[in-house]
């Protein structure tokens, strides 16, 4: 069974709930202070803090999303592990030291710290501002996903669940709380991944003939021919128009002609209930086997346990079943999903470029390695560039441990990447893929062994959901109520004052995180996330390398590169193929970009910009200092 909830399940979620809340209420009484409620005073130790890093970069997207993509595309999700990993070498060569000597709260302490210039300040705060939101937004559609199936909830209660729960976490005890939640989380989701791995590994890989939906009360009928394209494709289809889905096999007759064979009926009522042949899911009625073998090398239906690696060399031998969709508009303007099933060989998985998103790789289109390229630099460029990621290192003592901080998360952060690709691909093979949403891919897979293990994956999933936003709300938090009111703005404000404001615009945040989450319910969260990874790349990476390594740098050069960098970003990615068929359901071609991902053409442009906006304003600034990195 799919989604079918149980007491068992409903318990160890509302424990780990319970649990997160409890401490942070019980923390809450150590955060008074602004630098408590902001920065954790700065005494938080550098173990504590690398995990923290971990479980605040392990969000939604490195679990659901990549796990989904894989699941759905193979290697090429893979590529997104690489990608984010490959971020923190910018961190700990870079930015982590000089990062610590320069900031006190937040991230436009810290590019203001030689000026005192209400532009950057004004110009970071917003791009903060910004690229928490666009981080949000998949937190919350992650967080949505994973209470439809474990409470029974709709989609929308799951997104206020989160919402309510994350801002009662940063309004009780800010920083102190939202560090210790990382930490569990962070820890948690690491041990009980390798652990998953591990089951992964040792039940091995099974062939399941073809691995088509078992048949429910076949009917042959012309009247149930499905419309579209892909009438003559020898797929197993699930074809969804008004809210009803049917399943067919379909396969040539003897005399030349077509047979459409119907399987099952799916209709999504009002209320968000699947039914399925007109019944509730459940253990009986429900999709089976999706997701899997059809063919192993060797003639054989059972591989028994595997090691690492001959789990990766069994499956480039092997064919599997995968899903794709497909958009369909009839002649009458009904719009069409279609989702159907496609053998690839394992080898053709495990290459890059199989998925759309990386097309690139393979094709011939210029266009498209481009596209690819941007995509790859902006990964690389946006985890130093995050603003929720950069005010972690407020949270230490000293350089030296913001560090070893760093060290301990690559480390943490790169185990777990290694994970997801056995995660993704065991969830491939496990017949217990829902095709309509790859965000519940690795959930679906601990169900695929048992209840238990599928409730502790969910809860500790919602807990990374949990971290992560309250990491975001924190940035955002204090974008607002110490760089905008306070620096900005000029409002006087006592301790008391900060942090109450600090936590009303928590408040709002998290209301606005849940309206975010439910408009962008269907959308991969991997895929939302490389969008904030753009933008944060562009806007605030050339402003912070160019302050740390070019004496000549100014004040105005900041403000113009970042403001230049985030709105060209923002406005390439609203305007790009990908937001027209994704967001606003329009034909990508009417997009005037030439490409989706923007970095490769604004970082640049944020760098020139900085450059010749310093060269202008050279005697408006105040004389360089010795170089802060040098310091």
Sequence with gaps: MLYSTSAGAISIFLFFV???????????????????????????GWFVNGIAFAGDYLSAASFLGICGMIAFYGYDGFLYSIGYLAGWIVALFVIAEPIKRLGKFTFADAMDARFNSRGIKLAVAISTLIVSVFYLIPQMVGAGALVRPLLGLRYEWGVLLVGITVTLIVVTAGMV????????????????????VGMILNRGLVEKSGGQIEMAQPVV???????????????????????????????????????????????TTADGQVLINGLPQSEHNDLKSVGTIADLPGD????????????????????????????ITEADGTRTVVYYQVPKKGSDLLAPGASPTFSGVRSASITKKLDFISLM?????????????????YTVKDQSAARKSTVVGIAAIG???VLTLYLGLGAMTSGALDPTDSNMAAPLLAKSFNNTLFAVISAIAFTTVLGTVSGLIMAGAGAVAHDLMENCFKMKMDDHQKVFYGKLVAVFLGVGAMGLGIAFQKINVTFLVGWAFNIAASANLPALVMLLFWRRTTSKGITAAVTVGMISSLAWILLSRQAYSEVYNLDPNRSIIPFSQPALVTIPLGFVVLVVMSLLTKKKTQPAETSVVSG
């Excluded at 319970?18 to 938080?44: E, N, P, T, W």
């Excluded at 054989?300 to 958009?327: C, N, Q, V």
């Design 300 to 327: 054989k239906t059972r591989t028994g346990p595997l090691g690492p690696m001959s789990f990766l060399s069994t499956l480039h031998d092997s064919t599997i079943i995968t899903w794709a969709k497909e958009k």
């Design 18 to 44: 319970a649990v997160v809340l409890g401490l942070s209420f019980y923390l809450g009484r150590k955060a008074k202070s602004a630098k408590g409620y902001y920065a954790a005073h700065g005494q938080i």
């Design 415 to 417: 185990f777990f990447y």
């Design 221 to 267: 009928s012309s009247a149930m021919q499905p419309q579209g394209g892909w009438l003559n494709k020898p797929y197993l289809r699930i074809a969804q128009s008004g809210g009803k889905i049917a399943t067919y096999r379909i396969a040539p007759a003897k005399d030349g002609s077509t047979t459409y064979t119907l399987a099952q009926t799916l209709t």
């Design 177 to 196: 709380s939202t560090t210790w939640v990382q930490f569990i989380k962070g820890s948690l989701l690491v041990i009980f991944c390798a652990i998953l």
């Design 377 to 393: 630099l902006a990964l690389f460029c946006g985890t130093a560039s995050l603003p929720h990621i950069l005010i972690r290192y």
